[in-house]
């Protein structure tokens, strides 16, 4: 026990602390009977909730009380979800509400919402179980109640938007503590034929009517299906965990159906229209192709074929009047040739002709002179015969002197003479031998 | 030449090359007449197969066509 003393406002903070610190006031769901509803102007509800044993008070603030599809009044049983807190100017705990339903579905929603949620964690709404649905499904597997209306709406859109396809009805019951199983039951049975989608389905109804759809085991069956499943069940508000389990959730029965198949006008008209584009395509690609073939066939190559054989020719040519520019060459050279060689002979011609005249002139020359020569040699040979006449000895001998040899030396002077030898006297008749003595000299 | 017939896209891939060759004109003569001859002969035969298949354009969109409006 404590002797510390608290203020009023001290205690009934330290209570709003404790109540709104703690998780388990912050939302839960609450029921019982309304009394003393108030409805303010400002659109704000205030009320009681109790049972037999208690009361709280309540606040609905107008922009809750405005989602709130009825109007209640005292006496009304109702669920709601709340949060708890304290009002401290009256020091009273008072619920702060967020939504409300009425009881006599009070159980029925909190079933729902913990199924919802228990579901919810188990992964069974999660997108990655959920399987595509095919674009153009030819075997289509309905499981609803039989011979009802919606059934009857989902044949004539059926017919109207995809006459072709084939479809099996699997008729269940659709409502009552017998139409889960039964559901369940039929949807096995379809999921082994082979669809290739599947439509759960049923028309609108109370919560009541729709609670077979809101079943744990029908929702893992649902999970556990192999053939993709469109649900339509109810009216656009209505939500089930069937709805949530599918691979698919449509607002109704007919749109289930618009789902699951195309629109055979549509399908049709798209049809024509990639039939168009396919052959402007290959028109496209065929003239693409037209043109790049004309464009060959058109190239200098091909439309001036000689040019390929001008760099030829123009080196043939070229080569020709080298050739015949040699060929002049030799030509001229031939020329000049002749030319010299005429020169050459006419000039030994004509100096072998003036040759021949010189040697004739020579000749005649040396005739003419020797015979000169021969006549003045005759004429010299005349006077020196005569000359030599003149000074033969013989004529001096004859004439009486004599010549005085001595070995074959003529003796002129008295000092050649050798006194001792034989002397030779050449007399104009003959030679006598003779003996010189020596005399005194006059001189 | 080939012994095969060529698609049209090779024979199309081998007359480019021909006429990049006969343009460049870097072959002797008895090698730039047969590849001008080929050339002549890849020509015709891409005529033919483009009027080929034109013609079988033409027929099947008149085939599928009459399908489709029916």
């Not at chain 1, 028309?203 to 069956?221: C, K, M, V």
């Not at chain 1, 649900?231 to 949530?244: K, M, N, R, Y």
């Not at chain 1, 159906?257 to 229209?273: F, G, T």
């Not at chain 1, 123009?314 to 060459?329: A, M």
Request: hydrophobic share 40%; aromatic share 6%.
């Amino acid at each position: 026990m404590s002797n510390v003393v608290w203020t009023v406002s001290t205690l009934v903070n330290r209570l709003k602390q404790t109540i709104e610190q703690n998780v388990a006031f912050k939302s839960f769901y609450l029921k019982g009977e309304i009394s003393n509803f108030t409805s303010h102007s400002s659109g704000h509800w205030y009320f009681s909730l109790k049972d037999e044993g208690a009361r709280v008070s309540c606040v609905m603030f107008s922009s809750y009380a405005n989602a709130v599809d009825f109007k209640p009044k005292n006496g009304d049983k109702v669920l709601l979800r709340a949060a708890l807190g304290v009002y401290a100017m009256q020091g009273q705990v008072q619920c702060s509400v967020f939504s409300m339903r009425n009881d006599g579905l009070g159980d029925l929603y909190l079933q729902f919402e913990l199924l919802k949620k228990k579901l919810f964690e188990a992964g069974l709404f999660s997108d990655e179980r959920k399987k595509p649905i095919p674009s153009y499904p030819k075997s289509i597997g309905i499981i609803t109640g039989r011979e009802t209306a919606a059934l009857q709406d989902m044949l004539k859109t059926m017919t109207l938007r995809w006459p072709i396809v084939e479809v099996t009805i699997y008729p269940s019951l659709v409502q009552g503590d017998q139409a889960p199983r039964n559901i369940i039951e039929q949807l096995i049975k379809a999921d082994r034929n082979q669809h290739n989608v599947l439509i759960l389905a049923r028309g609108g109804g109370s919560i009541e009517d729709l609670w077979a759809f809101n079943n744990e085991q029908l929702a893992y069956t649902i999970e556990a299906l192999k053939t993709p499943l469109i649900t339509g069940v109810g009216h656009e508000t209505d939500t089930t965990i069937a709805d949530l389990v599918a691979d698919l959730r449509a607002a109704t029965p007919t749109a289930a159906v618009q789902l699951a198949v195309p629109d055979i006008q549509e399908v049709e008209q798209s049809v024509h229209n990639q039939l168009k584009r396919l052959n402007q395509i290959i028109d496209s690609e065929l003239n693409k192709q037209r043109v790049a073939l004309r464009q060959v066939q058109t190239h200098p190559v091909f439309t001036q074929p000689h040019r390929l054989m001008m760099s030829h020719q123009l080196q043939l040519s070229n080569y020709e009047q080298q050739l015949s520019q040699q060929t002049k060459r030799a030509h001229r050279l031939r020329v000049g040739l002749s030319t010299q060689q005429s020169q050459l002979s006419q000039r030994i011609l004509s100096f072998t002709n003036n040759q021949t005249v010189r040697l004739a002139r020579s000749q005649d020359l040396l005739i003419k002179r020797i015979e000169q020569k021969t006549l003045n040699s005759q004429n010299a040979f005349g006077q020196t015969l005569k000359l030599l006449n003149a000074f033969s000895p013989l004529n001096s001998l004859a004439r009486g002197y004599s010549i005085v040899s001595q070995e074959d030396k003529v003796i002129r002077l008295i000092n050649d003479i050798d006194y001792d030898r034989e002397m030779k006297i050449r007399l104009f008749d003959g030679t006598v031998r003779a003996k010189a003595m020596k005399e005194q000299s006059d001189e | 030449m080939s012994e095969k017939t060529k698609s049209f896209e090779e024979a199309m891939m081998r007359l480019n090359e021909i006429v990049v060759a006969l343009d460049r004109n870097e072959h002797d003569l008895e090698s730039s007449i047969t590849l001008f001859e080929e050339g002549l002969a890849l020509v015709k035969q891409c005529d033919a197969q483009l009027k080929t298949f034109e013609k079988k354009v033409s027929e099947l969109m008149v085939k599928y066509s009459d399908d489709a409006n029916v």
